[in-house]
């Protein structure tokens, strides 16, 4: 391990101390250790109380949990009745209408729009009427392929208003991922824009539905967002504009009351082979989830202004955009751009602009911010901030080092967050006011989950600390996904028969001498060289401590004499050089020899999905020559990238 993932840093003492901000939810880690224990123990009176004070209920619920892991028959606040959208809107609206729901941020800069709660009311209405007068009722299913506009979010909490069940495609697929991800969820209805624009660049978003469509026979009508104004192809009967339609209606549409575990949305996400899930989510435990996450992990308080990077077609966009923030009556900036557009000051301008306290990103915008360097950084007021976020996949320690220290400036609490598009909403995480915090770590579990080390081979719990295996979590909890679509068999299979009894992730994991986990990546992702157990995110960590190397990939490569053997992948800052037998010696030095890699590549990109997860699969079906097996490559953020990468490892 590195040197700064050694370095414990305490609560900042601004956060407890300062009198300009909040006194934290959970002010020291005796506190927090005291909740947790509660929520543990009795975890129905925990989920029960907490069910009743972050959320509102048009009928009280009966029973709190039902069924379990073992028989996959999960069930929460049974038989109690409520509306996600009249949680998220109408509440708000009526207590307060003339406060800022969403603060949007367009690609261009200087351009901002604020709405408030009443009007997002109005807008909410107005659409789910035009739903209504298409036909559409509680249980059918919408897709939404729309940039991220305010209106995207309109579109998720008019659905949820009429029970409609959305299933968001993120607006970079292509359209052959949206007709398959249309097809499985025979969804209705597509709501999308005539263009998105992002980091300058403009999508043809409408295209893409039309070319989807050709083989969608489900979809009836497609609902057109005019954002750009440009020309595009538009073919009546069938197309819709959105303000055509949403001016005929009234901007009042009565909420439909739905039960505790009727579906909320479907969100498909690929698994490590084969065609993507689509993970269905229930409208009282996916929404408590993001709402207690949301106040607790962030230290969330009521005049805060909450910035979340993601992309709404994600997970993290769902749960930290739209949900978690508009449910606890709170302020949500939607980011259309980049961290880059027009300069690498982009996210400062936008945090110092809008004085956001809570600011939410992934490490690969912050390795890339901060191959960057400083400068860019330096200059913006960020005064405004408490609480900064990751998200995604491990943080290097020393990646965590320049958030903390460069952005928030020592004076702010860093939360890795770990959790998955299936968990619904957080389940590792420091807490703001009450967390020592350990670069790369995800420390703790949150409130009411009890996580535990297995022994991959065996299944057993590992007790005690300073141990290594996979990561599962024993008890259910609310906003865990119910099933996947369509095939609950699959979700039985995937997540709960690999080891009885519990949820599996899927992730590797190590609690340390002091109880804090340590996500080690994807199963597959962890090596066995010559016996020892090796994490790709260790010595990527490695890599990255090199003062060149900017972003570092590692596989694991079958070998005869060893198991398998560390092949690296390293892209170098700006300007920077750094030779191959530097960087092994690099890797000798900070983890042993035993880590070095057998080969390194210095290449120029690296390949990423859309959300910039590193596609280590597509290295490894290169480095084993089996190029022509790369399998679905529809994630892909950059596919031009790839016979560069071939011609590199053959030349090599
Ligand atoms: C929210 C989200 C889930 C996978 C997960 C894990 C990785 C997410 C992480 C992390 C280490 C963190 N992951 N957060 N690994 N530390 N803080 O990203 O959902 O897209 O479904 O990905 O991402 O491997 O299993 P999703």
């Known amino acids: 391990m590195t040197d700064a993932a050694h370095q414990v840093h305490p609560v900042p003492s601004r956060l407890l101390n300062d009198p300009k901000f909040p006194k934290p939810h959970v002010n020291s880690f005796e506190n927090y250790e005291k909740i947790y224990e509660e929520s543990i123990k009795d975890p129905e009176t925990f989920w029960g109380k907490k069910a009743n004070e972050l959320l509102h209920w048009h009928k009280p619920f009966e029973a709190v949990l039902s069924g379990g892991f073992e028989h996959g028959d999960v069930a929460w606040f049974r038989e109690g009745e409520l509306n996600a959208s009249y949680n998220c809107v109408d509440r708000h609206a009526y207590a307060n209408p003339d406060k800022v729901a969403m603060i949007y941020e367009a690609d261009e800069p200087g351009n901002s729009r604020h709405i408030t709660y009443g009007e997002l009311l109005h807008q909410v209405c107005r659409l789910a009427n035009a739903l209504k007068a298409l036909g559409l009722k509680k249980g059918d299913t919408v897709a939404i392929y729309m940039p991220m506009v305010p209106e995207a979010a309109i579109a998720f909490l008019a659905c949820a208003r009429l029970g409609i069940i959305h299933s968001v495609v993120f607006a970079g697929f292509s359209s052959g991922a949206l007709r398959d991800r249309i097809n499985d969820a025979s969804s209705k209805i597509v709501i999308t824009s005539d263009e998105g624009r992002r980091g300058g660049k403009t999508i043809h978003i409408k295209k893409i539905v039309d070319e989807a469509l050709k083989e969608c026979p489900t979809i009836e009508h497609v609902l057109v967002f005019r954002r750009t104004g440009s020309d595009v192809p538009f073919s009546a009967p069938r197309d819709l504009w959105w303000h055509e339609e949403l001016e005929k209606y009234r901007p009042y549409c009565p909420p439909e009351i739905v039960d505790a575990e009727d ?238 009894g519990y949820y599996f992730t899927g992730d590797g994991v190590g609690r340390d001498k002091d109880g804090y986990y340590w996500i080690r990546g994807r199963v597959d992702d962890v090596m066995n060289v010559a016996g020892h157990r090796l994490s790709t995110a260790e010595i990527e960590s490695a890599l990255i401590c090199h003062q060149s190397v900017a972003e570092a990939a590692v596989i694991g490569i079958d070998d005869e004499l060893t198991g398998q053997c560390v092949h690296a992948f390293t892209t170098l800052k700006d300007d920077q050089i750094a030779d191959v037998k530097e960087l092994t010696l690099q890797v000798r030095n900070v983890i042993g020899p035993f880590a070095a890699p057998k080969k390194i590549y210095i290449v120029n990109d690296l390949p990423k999905t859309r959300s910039g997860k590193i596609m280590r699969r597509i290295l490894r079906k290169i480095v084993s020559g089996e190029s022509d097996q790369l399998g679905d490559l529809s994630t892909l953020a950059d596919p031009s990238i790839i016979p560069v990468l071939i011609e590199k490892v053959k030349s090599s």
């Not at 751009?337 to 300069?343: A, D, E, F, G, V």
């Not at 008890?475 to 979700?491: E, F, G, I, M, Q």
């Open 263 to 500: 579906p909320l949305f479907l969100l498909y996400t690929s698994g490590s082979t084969g065609k993507p899930k689509g993970v269905l989510h229930t409208t009282a435990g996916y929404l408590l989830g993001a709402a207690i996450t949301l106040k607790y992990v962030f230290d969330y308080h009521e005049n805060d202004i909450y910035g979340c990077m993601a992309d709404i077609g994600w997970i993290t966009g769902h749960t930290y955009i739209i949900y978690g923030p508009l449910v606890n009556g709170g302020t949500t900036v939607l980011f259309e751009s980049t961290p880059m557009y027009p300069t690498p000051s982009r996210y400062w301008e936008v945090v110092a602009k809008h004085k956001i306290t809570q600011f939410y990103t992934a490490p690969t915008a912050i390795r890339l911010l901060r191959r960057h360097g400083n400068d860019y950084v330096k200059g913006h007021d960020l005064s405004s901030l408490r609480v900064i976020g990751s998200v995604g996949e491990p943080i290097n320690p020393e990646a965590w080092e320049w958030y903390y220290e460069v952005v928030g400036r020592k004076e702010c609490a860093v939360v890795d967050t770990y959790w998955q598009t299936e968990t619904g909403s957080i389940i590792l995480t420091p807490l703001p006011g009450a967390t020592p915090m350990k670069p790369g770590s995800a420390t703790f579990p949150f409130f009411g989950i009890q996580p535990v080390v297995l022994d991959p081979v065996s299944g057993k719990e590992l007790e005690g600390n300073d141990v290594e295996g996979v990561l599962a979590i024993k008890k259910p909890w609310p906003s865990l996904a119910r099933t996947v679509y369509n095939d609950h068999n699959r979700y039985l299979k995937t997540y709960l028969n690999p080891y009885k």
